[in-house]
């Protein structure tokens, strides 16, 4: 690694999912079922809409980057020390589609968070699934 730039490490989850991508993007884009599944929020499909993620633990700033209905959807993920960007992409399967996640913007002193991220990440997308499931 060079000493000019700081490397910075990312968490990619990926999931095939047996729904298709507009199903799956309500899950990510509706605050009521963003809370379901993953926290409390006011999130609105903008792009540069900000929003709030809370949790008991306290709250994440975060705007909306990029939004491309039913294929990316990215914003920052702030607090706590850590300022980061999670991406979802949406790619249409056979079968219903595939989901990535990926947070990126660990820096290498904030291991707790990345190895956190790392464990929370898949049991999130559980959630989602689970969320998924229940939508008519």
Same mark, same amino acid.
């Given at each position: 690694?060079?000493?000019?730039?700081?490397?910075?490490?990312?968490?990619?989850?990926?999931?095939?999912?047996?729904?298709?991508?507009?199903?799956?993007?309500?899950?990510?884009?509706?605050?009521?079922?963003?809370?379901?599944?993953?926290?409390? #929020?006011?999130?609105?499909?903008?792009?540069?809409?900000?929003?709030?993620?809370?949790?008991?633990?306290?709250?994440?700033?975060?705007?909306?980057?990029?939004?491309?209905?039913?294929?990316?959807?990215?914003?920052?993920? #702030?607090?706590?020390?850590?300022?980061?960007?999670?991406?979802?992409?949406?790619?249409?399967?056979?079968?219903?589609?595939?989901?990535?996640?990926?947070?990126?913007?660990?820096?290498?002193?904030?291991?707790?968070?990345?190895?956190?991220?790392?464990?929370?990440?898949?049991?999130?997308?559980?959630?989602?699934?689970?969320?998924?499931?229940?939508?008519?």
């Amino acid at each position: 690694m060079s000493q000019a730039s700081v490397e910075t490490l990312s968490v990619v989850v990926e999931r095939e999912i047996a729904y298709p991508p507009e199903r799956i993007w309500r899950a990510l884009t509706q605050p009521h079922l963003i809370e379901e599944w993953l926290m409390k #929020n006011d999130f609105q499909p903008v792009l540069g809409g900000r929003f709030e993620l809370r949790a008991e633990w306290g709250s994440l700033a975060c705007e909306v980057l990029e939004i491309e209905p039913y294929r990316t959807l990215s914003y920052t993920w #702030n607090g706590l020390g850590l300022e980061s960007v999670v991406t979802w992409t949406l790619t249409p399967t056979s079968t219903g589609a595939r989901l990535r996640m990926e947070q990126s913007g660990f820096r290498p002193e904030q291991r707790q968070a990345y190895v956190g991220a790392q464990a929370g990440w898949p049991r999130l997308l559980a959630e989602l699934e689970q969320v998924l499931a229940r939508l008519d």
